[in-house]
């Protein structure tokens, strides 16, 4: 190999990269990359280095042919190492765009995997929780004997606002009887609302037995 030859060469001739580069007129960088077989020098430059290092071109490339190559030669060769290297360079290219893709997939299923099934978890129970909050519904319990008979009227109240009637459950007679729709959705409706009903009990013979407010949640 060309780069191979030349860093053997170099260094059996005791020179430095830096030293060899200064008798070219070229940088230190340019002599790296000839050695590191990123590029290849040109077929001027060949013969130069074969006078450097008392060899030939045809050593330098590794050509055993011992008949010496003339510059056309020397030109097609170093044009063909340098396609050689640059189809080398796209090759290592794609696969390094390969293994790019399959680290972020990685990355991807090691931390998205979890991060979605902890939204599909997480989402519905915090939705759940709202919905429970929002249908949490304060209760006044009114326990009651009417004609013989024990029973319950219940009035519901706003879960923000326990002051509030939204709702009623019960006799129908008596939620009539009251009038229990005037009561709905009116800021402290729920005590008058819970009045005109024992009001109607016992004046009906009923006895109101108890009052219980109480929550749902």
């Not at 290592?92 to 680290?103: E, G």
């Amino acid at each position: 190999m060309l780069s191979e030859n030349l860093q053997r060469l170099r260094m059996q001739s005791g020179l430095s990269q830096k030293k060899l580069a200064e008798k070219l007129h070229v940088v230190r960088q340019t002599v790296s990359k000839w050695e590191k077989g990123l590029s290849v020098p040109d077929a001027d430059m060949l013969l130069k280095l074969a006078v450097i290092f008392n060899t030939t071109p045809n050593a330098l490339l590794g050509v055993e042919d011992p008949a010496p190559l003339d510059t056309e030669e020397l030109t097609w060769r170093t044009t063909v190492i340098s396609e050689q290297i640059h189809a080398q360079a796209q090759r290592f290219d794609r696969a390094l765009d390969t293994v790019k893709r399959i680290v972020l997939l990685v990355v991807v299923l090691f931390f998205g995997l979890p991060l979605l099934a902890f939204a599909l978890y997480a989402i519905p129970e915090l939705s759940g929780s709202i919905a429970i909050q929002e249908a949490a519904i304060n209760r006044t319990i009114i326990e009651y004997e009417l004609n013989g008979q024990a029973s319950q009227f219940v009035i519901d109240l706003d879960a923000y606002d326990p002051t509030t009637a939204i709702g009623c459950t019960g006799s129908p007679v008596i939620a009539d009887a009251v009038n229990a729709q005037q009561f709905y959705n009116i800021p402290g409706s729920a005590s008058e609302f819970e009045e005109a009903v024992c009001t109607y009990i016992e004046d009906h013979g009923g006895t109101v037995i108890s009052i219980e407010t109480s929550s749902t949640v």
